[in-house]
């Protein structure tokens, strides 16, 4: 039982630990709805805390036993045996699964409890902690595949339960368009992703992933998964889908952009760097589009003035530096960033979450101020996750976000692309001192009513407390887990060492010169007649990529029909009759679940395409 099937050697300890126990956590996840719905939120609430510490038994063996003893791979069961291509469903228990597992339950635990307090008047709550519980049993399978079908499964999972939970308010136009705009985007990354799938399970002759690092290193197929990873984590030219997800509720939001959906093209990366770690085109393009993500979506939260929005693209441009550490092919560095972003960014939405809420709902930090006193814990909270942002020594990003940089400049790269990083680093400590600056501290520009009582009830203070916690002390506790044997004295020099926190120092005080000047707090206008569009693409890309996607899945589908109506009635000889579903087609139907249909016939026609000319 405990053998691997291939070299029959027995799995280490650590191995057998991992998959025991990960097994009984997505049972224990998946148990709440076995029992009475009525109570689904609170047994959801439970289920996650006990998985959480059970989880910390695999990743306690492992500090013990170091990733030295262990095996990577463990095969479940095999699935279809055709004589051309056996395909197995192999699951992987290794430093990347067995670290990142307990911070995605401590995450979504913590996601799960505020939402009891701010989910309280949705009738609808006990369906939406199952759509969570969903959300975190798709990530983890995502996370814990050895396979290309259970890292597909998990990969669709994801994108699926997010559209869920972002169109969760779909009476709201708004919610319903965000909703599709995730799906439309998310869709372009899948054509990528199907098409290398498509090619490997035909001419590779297995799905796991060890096979295929062993014997697959093609540009064609290594580009078809960088363009999936870039979608589904929002880079540049795919972002805008992430910015407009904040029209979901607040813990989506959370849960979103901390361990599930924007990180998953992330760690596809760093799951698949073995395909590509020695493919200098591909690590060049992973670094220059993570820069530009970086710096550009740094760039767009300085001009941003909807709260959740700014910490939105905050998101996308850290995104951008792990794409960065993939890039110079540093996948440990990339997957360190990625777990301990998890922390504080999930505590800022949380902390978004409670400011609104006590504001009526009003997300436009120019028609806030002075909550420090209003709302204490808040404030401090924020105030740590914004310091964590920035890289402030000894918070938790200060170990990982540092190191990239200082990699980044002891290595042998693009130009562009350092300079770019640094820029990104600069404008990083702008924003977030603008959003603590104009939340906590500055006195309001315009007249605004504040409520007489601001709430911040227990069940709203325990999660962002334990995730303040985290990102205070769990940094170390990361480092020397997955740099186990790193050397403690300075390796780089001290120019290095010393750029980014002085980087992001002086950005510090310049954004609290221009603070104190007031140059960037305008009062919003009372009738605005344009859409505040700080990306500048929003109108000249999204709107056209959503007519022309949306439209051209129409005309495709509508004209096979029709051509397969004339072939069937035998007039596909007369030249009027070939000619006339061309020339008169009308589109008279838009219902939203065929138009998602019909985008997912353009998917598989493209991986056709795809699989037809590289064959």
């Keep these: 039982m405990f053998i691997d099937p291939i070299t029959g050697v027995p799995y280490p300890i650590t191995t057998i630990v991992a998959s025991m126990f990960t097994t009984l956590t997505i049972l224990i996840i998946l148990s709440p709805f076995l029992f009475n719905s009525s109570n689904l939120h609170k047994n959801a609430v439970f289920t996650v805390k006990a998985a959480f510490f059970l989880s910390l038994f695999p990743l306690l063996t492992f500090m013990l036993n170091g990733a030295d003893n262990?095996?990577?791979?463990?095969?479940?069961?095999?699935?279809?045996?055709?004589?051309?291509?056996?395909?197995?469903?192999?699951?992987?228990?290794?430093?990347?699964?067995?670290?990142?597992?307990?911070?995605?339950?401590?995450?979504?635990?913590?996601?799960?409890?505020?939402?009891?307090?701010?989910m309280k008047e949705d009738p609808k709550?006990?369906?939406?902690?199952?759509?969570?519980?969903?959300?975190?049993?798709?990530?983890?399978?995502?996370t814990s595949a050895g396979d290309l079908i259970l890292l597909y499964i998990g990969w669709e999972g994801v994108g699926m339960t997010s559209l869920l939970l972002i169109g969760w308010y779909s009476s709201r136009a708004e919610a319903a368009i965000a909703a599709l705009m995730a799906v439309i985007y998310n869709r372009i990354g899948d054509i990528g992703f199907m098409a290398a799938f498509a090619w490997l399970i035909k001419f590779g002759g297995s799905s796991n992933l060890d096979f295929i690092f062993f014997n697959y290193h093609s540009t064609y197929l290594t580009m078809a998964f960088i363009l999936a990873a870039a979608s589904k984590s929002?880079?540049?030219?795919?972002?805008?889908?992430?910015?407009?997800?904040?029209?979901?509720?607040?813990?989506?939001?959370?849960?979103?952009?901390?361990?599930?959906?924007?990180?998953?093209?992330?760690?596809?990366?760093?799951?698949?760097?073995p395909m590509f770690m020695h493919n200098p085109l591909a690590l060049?393009?992973?670094?220059?589009?993570?820069?530009?993500?970086?710096?550009?979506?740094?760039?767009?939260?300085?001009?941003?003035?909807?709260?959740?929005?700014?910490?939105?693209?905050?998101?996308?441009?850290?995104?951008?530096?792990?794409?960065?550490?993939?890039?110079?092919?540093?996948?440990?560095?990339?997957?360190?960033?990625?777990?301990?972003?998890?922390?504080?960014k999930a505590m800022l939405f949380l902390c978004s979450g409670i400011v609104i809420h006590?504001?009526?709902?009003?997300?436009?930090?120019?028609?806030?101020?002075?909550?420090?006193?209003?709302?204490?814990?808040?404030?401090?909270?924020?105030?740590?996750?914004?310091?964590?942002?920035?890289?402030?020594p000894y918070l938790i990003a200060f170990y990982s976000k540092?190191?990239?940089?200082?990699?980044?400049?002891?290595?042998?790269?693009?130009?562009?692309?350092?300079?770019?990083?640094?820029?990104?680093?600069?404008?990083?400590?702008?924003?977030?001192?603008?959003?603590?600056?104009?939340?906590?501290?500055?006195?309001?520009?315009?007249?605004?009513?504040?409520?007489?009582?601001?709430e911040e009830p227990e069940t709203a203070k325990t999660p962002i407390i334990r995730l303040a916690i985290g990102s205070i002390i769990a940094g170390p506790l990361l480092f020397y887990t997955l740099f186990p044997s790193l050397p403690k004295e300075a390796t780089l020099p001290e120019s290095f060492k010393w750029m980014a926190l002085v980087i992001t120092t002086t950005s510090f005080f310049i954004a609290l010169l221009v603070a104190w000047q007031r140059h960037w707090f305008i009062p919003p206008q009372e009738n605005p007649t344009t859409e505040d569009d700080p990306t500048l693409i929003h109108?000249?890309?999204?709107?056209?990529?959503?007519?022309?996607?949306?439209?051209?899945?129409?005309?495709?589908?509508?004209?096979?029909?029709?051509?397969?109506?004339?072939?069937?009635?035998?007039?596909?000889?007369?030249?009027?009759?070939?000619?006339?579903?061309?020339?008169?087609?009308?589109?008279?139907?838009?219902?939203?679940?065929?138009?998602?249909?019909?985008?997912?016939?353009?998917?598989?026609?493209?991986?056709l395409i795809f699989l037809y000319i590289f064959s």
Aim: with cysteine; hydrophobic share 55%; glycine share 4%.
């Design 402 to 454: 540092d190191a990239i940089i200082e990699s980044v400049m002891n290595s042998y790269v693009n130009s562009t692309a350092l300079i770019l990083t640094l820029i990104a680093t600069s404008f990083t400590a702008l924003y977030s001192l603008r959003l603590v600056y104009t939340v906590l501290l500055h006195r309001l520009l315009t007249p605004h009513t504040t409520p007489s009582i601001f």
């Design 125 to 142: 709550m006990n369906m939406f902690s199952a759509h969570l519980l969903v959300f975190l049993f798709a990530m983890i399978l995502f």
């Design 234 to 273: 929002a880079q540049f030219l795919f972002h805008p889908w992430l910015i407009f997800a904040m029209e979901g509720p607040t813990p989506v939001s959370a849960l979103l952009h901390s361990s599930t959906m924007v990180v998953a093209g992330v760690f596809l990366l760093i799951r698949l760097h």
């Design 284 to 344: 060049t393009i992973c670094l220059c589009l993570g820069a530009l993500t970086s710096a550009f979506t740094a760039w767009s939260a300085i001009k941003q003035n909807d709260m959740k929005k700014i910490i939105a693209l905050s998101t996308a441009s850290q995104l951008g530096l792990m794409m960065v550490a993939i890039g110079i092919n540093l996948p440990n560095l990339a997957f360190f960033h990625l777990c301990t972003h998890a922390f504080f």
């Design 539 to 607: 109108q000249a890309m999204h709107r056209k990529v959503s007519d022309v996607a949306l439209n051209t899945a129409w005309d495709i589908t509508s004209f096979g029909i029709e051509f397969a109506f004339w072939k069937r009635m035998g007039l596909d000889a007369l030249p009027s009759a070939q000619m006339r579903p061309i020339q008169h087609l009308q589109v008279s139907h838009k219902g939203l679940l065929q138009l998602y249909l019909a985008t997912y016939f353009i998917t598989l026609n493209e991986a």
């Design 358 to 392: 006590n504001l009526a709902d009003n997300q436009d930090i120019r028609h806030m101020g002075a909550l420090l006193k209003c709302l204490p814990l808040t404030s401090s909270c924020m105030a740590i996750g914004s310091l964590a942002l920035m890289g402030t």
């Design 70 to 118: 262990m095996a990577k791979t463990n095969t479940c069961f095999p699935w279809l045996n055709n004589y051309c291509s056996i395909l197995s469903l192999w699951t992987t228990f290794d430093m990347y699964q067995i670290i990142f597992l307990p911070i995605a339950l401590f995450v979504t635990g913590a996601i799960l409890q505020f939402s009891s307090w701010y």
